[in-house]
């Protein structure tokens, strides 16, 4: 055999052990795309109530106040550590509570003499400036309806409160 017959058996050798690869690598790649899409398939649900009930890691809500509305940028988180990333886009200054309570926001405080010492309170911002943002960290959320209020004289009889719900 010639240097040349060598060289070219060689080449086609390599070429066939190339594409023996490749296949096996296709058949490989179909399979596992197979296996991917029935998971997927099988397991989306599962992915969804994880979503809503597992955090991946500590949960953050923007929450925007203004004049005289309070408005979470979700409506439920899960429960754990949830950090409320509040900003103030009105021209007058606000406060914001969240409060553990089974009463809708609208009946949480009374609408003639709202107090700052609120049962049921798990943290509040008690003066955002206007244009102002401060975040609220709370540890240990529990699953429950809660409300979120400003208690500053006035704002909650103006409707200033949203309700807000913990998985």
């Known amino acids: 055999m010639t240097h040349r017959s060598i060289h070219a058996a060689t080449t086609a050798a390599a070429i066939a052990i190339a594409a023996i690869g490749l296949a096996a690598c296709g058949s490989t790649t179909k399979t596992t795309t197979a296996t991917k899409t029935t998971s997927t398939a099988k397991t989306t649900p599962a992915a969804t109530t994880t979503t809503t009930t597992a955090p991946h890691g500590p949960a953050k809500v923007a929450v925007t106040l203004s004049e005289f509305k309070i408005k979470p940028a979700v409506p439920r988180v899960a429960a754990?550590?949830?950090t409320f990333v509040v900003t103030n886009a009105g021209k007058v200054k606000h406060?914001?509570?969240i409060i553990r309570t089974d009463k809708p926001a609208a009946a949480v405080l009374s609408k003639h003499n709202p107090d700052d010492d609120i049962p049921g309170a798990r943290g509040e911002i008690s003066a955002l400036a206007?244009?102002?943002?401060?975040q609220l960290v709370v540890k240990h959320l529990k699953p429950g309806h809660y409300a979120l209020v400003c208690a500053l004289p006035g704002h909650y009889q103006?409707?200033?409160y949203a309700d807000f719900t913990v998985n």
């Open 95 to 97: 406060q914001f509570t």
């Open 130 to 134: 206007p244009g102002a943002t401060k």
């Open 158 to 160: 103006a409707g200033m």
């Open 80 to 82: 754990g550590r949830v």
